[in-house]
């Protein structure tokens, strides 16, 4: 959605966000549409935006392959200037249209903020390396030697 900031640069006032978007799914594959609240407030001729970014991650579990949904709520926060005259200026967002596509802006927060590793859960078993059993569930039985790797070269070669 791009909203325009006009009147918002030009006077102090508030406007309140609430609105749901679909992402492209190359860049974010498994998401539920976004639901994006909270406001632009207007205040000498700066836009301050809070705004938070909900939505569900369908994953799979790097360790098990089980997927799993995962509930995201990501703040939205920036200063929008429409001239950049302050040398600390890193935190500023220089909108020089008069307007901000939040869509994209929301989707480069998302992706700087979501973790790359995806665990169901944070101490997930994983699979059995020997029978593929998901050992969340319960152990399969198969009995776990440390692999010598003089004895494992060995097998090979009598294999
Ligand atoms: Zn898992
Ligand atoms: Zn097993």
Redesign the pocket.
């Given at each position: 959605m791009v909203v325009g900031l006009k009147t918002l640069f030009a006077e102090d006032g508030v406007r309140h966000v609430d609105y749901t978007f679909t992402p492209d799914e190359a860049l974010l594959a498994g998401c539920s549409p976004i639901h994006v609240t909270g406001k632009l407030q207007g205040k000498s001729s700066i836009v301050y935006m809070t705004l938070t970014a909900a939505f569900t991650l369908s994953l799979l579990?790097d360790?098990?392959m089980?997927s799993y949904k995962e509930a995201h709520s990501v703040p939205v926060e920036h200063v929008l200037v429409t001239s950049l005259n302050r040398e600390d200026n890193d935190e500023l967002i220089l909108v020089e249209s008069q307007e901000i596509d939040l869509d994209e802006l929301v989707m480069s927060d998302l992706l700087l903020t979501l973790p790359m590793k995806h665990?169901?859960?944070e101490d997930?078993k994983?699979l059995c390396a020997q029978c593929g059993k998901n050992l969340?569930e319960g152990d399969c039985g198969c009995k776990k030697k440390p692999v010598d790797p003089r004895l494992e070269a060995l097998r090979k070669l009598l294999d």
């Open positions: 579990c360790r098990c089980t665990l169901c859960r997930c994983g969340n």
